[in-house]
């Protein structure tokens, strides 16, 4: 079962929006992640953020997190063409251990 | 090279037959995971482990074997690979836990 699902599952832009992508998930969790994939490759770590956290920054990327609705959101400003790519949400459960849970992916289209 | 490489990059294989898949990594990282990934699933946990010779299930790991002797080297035996085991496969490793994991490029498998 997948404790993390995007929304939207995809999603096309013109080069120089934004690109907003959110997450949501069901039990209580240490910290949340977000990676990214490209075409044909595996997946990249993009960020972190902690359960104790409510927003967080890196380069064009921003993400927020709200414990109390269980839910998070990953902000790409500016986006360009090379952003094109799947986004996963993962958590690291309180209950499920070291573990990562992975949800389905939005799958982010930017055109030129 | 530094890194987690997996290998081979493509398998194709019958009904029946037993596969391997690689996985190596030189950061002497003590968490190592396999995932699979498909179509409307996201990524699911096959297997991981925490240090040699320590081996846990994830969410899928029926059909599944695994094995860590070294801290490199986690592979992955199919042992009876069926159609349903088709998919990409992606080995992942961790320094501590659940915190950032750093993926291989996969092995995308057909079982014919």
Redesign the interface.
């Known amino acids: 079962s997948q404790q993390g699902e995007e929304d939207p599952q995809a999603l096309s832009i013109q080069e120089g929006e934004n690109a907003t992508m959110n997450c949501s998930y069901k039990t209580s969790i240490n910290n949340l992640q977000w990676y990214r994939q490209n075409s044909g490759r595996g997946l990249v770590h993009l960020i972190l953020i902690r359960s104790n956290e409510r927003e967080k920054h890196s380069g064009r990327l921003r993400v927020t997190l709200d414990t109390s609705k269980k839910s998070s959101s990953l902000l790409i400003t500016a986006s360009r063409a090379a952003d094109t790519a799947s986004y996963f949400c993962a958590t690291e459960n309180k209950a499920a251990g070291n573990k990562l849970t992975f949800g389905g992916g939005t799958r982010v289209l930017v055109k030129p | 090279d530094a890194g987690i490489t997996q290998s081979p990059r493509y398998k194709i294989t019958e009904t029946g037959r037993q596969v391997t898949l690689m996985c190596h990594q030189t950061w002497s990282h003590s ?1 190592m ?1 396999w ?1 699979r990934q498909d179509l ?6 096959i297997y ?1 482990s ?1 240090a040699a010779d320590i081996t846990d299930k ?2 899928v790991p029926d059909g599944y074997v695994v094995s860590r002797s070294k801290t490199e080297n986690f592979p992955l035996t199919l042992e009876s690979a069926t159609r349903s085991q088709t998919s990409v496969y ?1 080995c ?1 490793s961790s320094p ?11 092995t995308r498998l057909s079982v014919l």
């Open positions: 968490y995971f995932y409307g699933h996201g990524l699911r946990l991981y925490a994830g969410e992606f992942a501590s836990g659940a915190n950032i994991q750093y993926f291989g490029a996969g």
